[in-house]
């Protein structure tokens, strides 16, 4: 049994970044971008009008500050307007070529207007003032975004604006379900004597979801060794990540370690010294990746985020991978025996972080409330309230 940081360390060895596609900005929101990317151009390229006003010469100001308007630029006129007289201010709106002569743009609420002149009613300007300078955003060359960032709708917004219409980025992982057990149903149908509802995929597929992530199938298999054998083997054929739920134990009806052994899947390890999810497997073969996750639905989660997530995202190339850690006070004592690290679903409060009821693995209302997994370390015992302890956010 190794414990929990061993645990990641051999699936951070054994994880492999995907291969490298292309695919359209529109469709880009949720990959990685595969390598460095360059400005090809000045953003703006020309000086840029930041709010509706006159543009005039800040020189030409006299004791009136009255300009003459005979002349308006609107945003993405071709028709260049290269110059301007002295006295004159010209019409400008929010994104237009400022003319080469003028230096201020003075906001329209802040003129008077007779006819075809104005006065400044506020001369508390310097020369620039309003106008956005050459390259003020992004320089031609500029490495604008790193490899592994993903690509957030802000990402997606800068990519554009400098006019690139795709981007190389790491190929999204193809995911599989399997789902072991003789006594689960799926919700919607009637339960009979000994019957539970299967809710492991339900809570697995929202949680790729949330990682933009879809799954390629969910497959349901008995608790029997050669049905097991052939679904591990057909998933095995079209799937990057599999994600196996129950049967990773010791009982008499736990066929997936052996199962697994016989598709030829190495074993990295199996079992991590934690509450829940001690009997989880990871596995390799080829280019893809084995998680045989408890069948209890709390571990099943707990795993998920702890253990699956920094994987996918590692898969997907992104370089900021696992779930964001605090330290946070504790709301009240904790006190558990040495020995296994202690996933705790918890809430964040506004003075720290608080233990939620019904921790047993397979409750899931729990989770339902968390928005956060309070880690307690393998070695500690006792917790005070207001001491610092680490804390996982279920967010990504």
């Not at 199996?270 to 990871?282: E, I, T, W």
Request: net charge negative.
């Amino acid at each position: 049994m190794i414990s929990v940081d061993e645990a990641k360390q051999y699936i951070q060895q054994y994880t492999q970044t995907g291969p490298t596609v292309v695919v359209d900005l529109y469709e880009a929101c949720g990959y990685a971008i595969a390598k460095d990317v360059f400005s090809p151009v000045d953003f703006p390229s020309f000086r840029q009008s930041a709010m509706d006003g006159y543009a005039f010469r800040l020189d030409d100001v006299d004791g009136d500050a009255v300009f003459v308007v005979e002349r308006e630029i609107q945003a993405g006129t071709i028709d260049e307007i290269s110059s301007i007289k002295k006295g004159e201010a010209i019409r400008i709106f929010t994104g237009a070529k400022v003319p080469d002569d003028a230096d201020t743009i003075v906001i329209q609420e802040h003129v008077e207007i007779n006819g075809n002149n104005i006065r400044l009613t506020n001369i508390e300007l310097t020369k620039g003032s309003n106008i956005r300078p050459v390259a003020s955003q992004t320089r031609q060359g500029d490495c604008i975004l790193k490899k592994g960032t993903l690509i957030t709708p802000g990402a997606a917004g800068l990519l554009a604006s400098v006019g690139i219409s795709d981007i190389d980025v790491v190929a999204k992982p193809r995911c599989t379900i399997l789902n072991t057990g003789r006594e689960l149903v799926k919700p919607g149908n009637d339960l009979q004597q000994g019957q539970i509802y299967e809710s492991n995929s339900y809570a697995l597929v929202a949680a790729l979801k949330k990682l933009q992530l879809d799954v390629c199938e969910i497959m349901w298999v008995d608790d029997d060794e050669q049905q097991t054998i052939a679904a591990i083997q057909t998933a095995l054929e079209k799937t990057d990540v599999l994600l196996i739920t129950g049967g990773v134990s010791v009982g008499d009806y736990d066929f997936v370690e052996s199962a697994l052994a016989k598709n030829g899947v190495a074993k990295i390890f199996h079992k991590v010294k934690q509450k829940p999810g001690n009997p989880l497997y990871f596995g390799t073969k080829e280019n893809s990746i084995i998680f045989g996750l408890p069948g209890n639905p709390g571990s099943v989660l707990t795993c998920f985020y702890e253990y699956v997530v920094p994987c996918l995202q590692l898969k997907m190339g992104i370089a900021k991978h696992g779930l964001l850690t605090l330290q946070l006070p504790l709301s009240h004592d904790i006190s558990k025996k040495a020995g296994l690290t202690h996933f705790l679903k918890g809430t964040i409060t506004s003075t720290g972080v608080a233990v939620l009821n019904h921790q047993e693995s397979y409750k899931m209302n729990a989770f339902a409330d968390a928005d956060c997994l309070i880690v307690v370390d393998e070695q500690m015992t006792n917790m005070q309230q207001g001491d610092l302890v680490n804390v996982h956010i279920l967010a990504f």
